[in-house]
């Protein structure tokens, strides 16, 4: 079947460093993804999103790299501050799908002091 | 511009009674979509609703479940005779139009007892 996941479960990473968070998904018909930041309690907040006919798209201390080829999104966050530290998931939207998106199961990025 | 907003934030039901979550789009956004988080998993697409239609209702589960978004006011979301597996958190975002960027609210908390 069609998944979104996350290759591991938890990121920790020392204040100021990047962090680079890795996704991978199997629907090839997929032309839509977003990266989305949920901290405790709260809903999923828009963070980035790159379409399929980039490969890359820039953000305030954001970077989304999307390779088609592997079926492969990443998330870079430059100079990781401890606000950073929260659930990233990231969210595929099928062509066709009517919008709906398809979520990886998150993981949790921790940002040491 | 204010956000998405839920409301109730917390619900507590007993088994068998009815629960109504609502959502109010941001302004000018005519797309909702419903989705279920359970705890340390990622959000399921529920519905995607436009005004007075259902678009795609693919992730409701068949009984009990229900969304409407009428003509005036807020999208509702309904849950018949709920059950202890129905806890979770219920999120609902919004689109000006489809495959762009969604933007959540803070979710509705259910819990049953």
């Known amino acids: 079947g069609e998944s979104v996941g996350l290759h591991l479960p938890t990121l920790s990473v020392q204040e100021g460093d990047n962090s680079i968070i890795n996704c991978a998904y199997s629907n090839s018909a997929s032309d839509y993804f977003i990266w989305y930041k949920q901290e405790s309690g709260k809903g999923p907040q828009f963070i980035i999103d790159?379409?399929?006919?980039?490969d890359k798209r820039q953000g305030q201390r954001v970077t989304v790299l999307l390779n088609k080829t592997v079926k492969h999104l990443s998330l870079q966050i430059a100079a990781t501050q401890p606000g950073d530290s929260a659930v990233y998931f990231c969210?595929?939207?099928?062509?066709?799908?009517?919008?709906?998106?398809?979520f990886g199961k998150g993981i949790t990025l921790s940002v040491r002091p | 511009n204010a956000g998405v907003m839920q409301n109730p934030r917390h619900l507590v039901r007993r088994r068998g009674q009815e629960a109504r979550l609502r959502c109010s789009p941001m302004k000018g956004h005519s797309h909702v979509y419903w989705y279920r988080q359970l705890p340390e998993e990622g959000l399921k697409f529920m519905v995607y609703?436009?005004?007075?239609?259902?678009?795609?209702e693919s992730g409701m589960p068949k009984e009990r479940f229900s969304a409407e978004f009428p003509k005036e006011g807020p999208s509702i979301l309904r849950i018949q005779q709920v059950v202890r597996g129905d806890s979770a958190a219920y999120f609902c975002a919004s689109s000006p139009r489809m495959n762009t960027e969604a933007f959540f609210g803070q979710g509705t908390r259910l819990t049953v007892v």
């Open positions: 969210a595929e939207n099928p062509t066709g799908a009517n919008s709906k998106l398809t």
């Open positions: 790159i379409r399929s006919n980039m």
């Open positions: 609703l436009q005004k007075e239609n259902i678009i795609d």
